[in-house]
């Protein structure tokens, strides 16, 4: 099973931006929770059809984007040493201009010390 994937929101929204109905909103943020794995740590696969994150705690503004091809991109998000201190990150998420999660990726426990910054990258391509 895929732990990463495009939500139906956003697969939704690209159809309605290519017919010309709405323009493609951006993707301006992170968000970030600690409910993608079960209690016995197994990482739980995200739904397409999710509309948020199992259990999202923080959300925060892109740091910056890189443009690594014609057909893909990796977006940036940078947790300072104050944000989230001490607890266990296990899902992220991509959000837009709107609010919607557009992407969705889980994976094991990370924690988060006080004394450190963590970056995460997640990557959009076609």
Do not use: W
């Amino acid at each position: 099973m895929a732990n990463a994937i495009v939500t139906v929101t956003a697969r939704k929204k690209m159809l309605q931006a290519r017919a010309g109905e709405i323009t493609l909103p951006k993707i301006t943020g992170f968000a970030f929770g600690n409910g993608g794995v079960d209690e016995d740590g197994t990482v739980r696969p995200p739904g397409e059809g999710q509309l948020e994150l199992t259990s999202e705690i923080f959300r925060k503004p892109v740091s910056g984007y890189t443009m690594l091809s014609d057909t893909q991109c990796r977006y940036e998000c940078t947790l300072e040493n104050h944000e989230l201190p001490g607890e266990k990150i296990s899902e992220v998420g991509m959000y837009d201009e709107d609010g919607d999660l557009v992407a969705i990726k889980t994976f094991t426990e990370k924690g988060k010390d006080s004394d450190i910054e963590m970056t995460f990258h997640l990557e959009d391509s076609f």
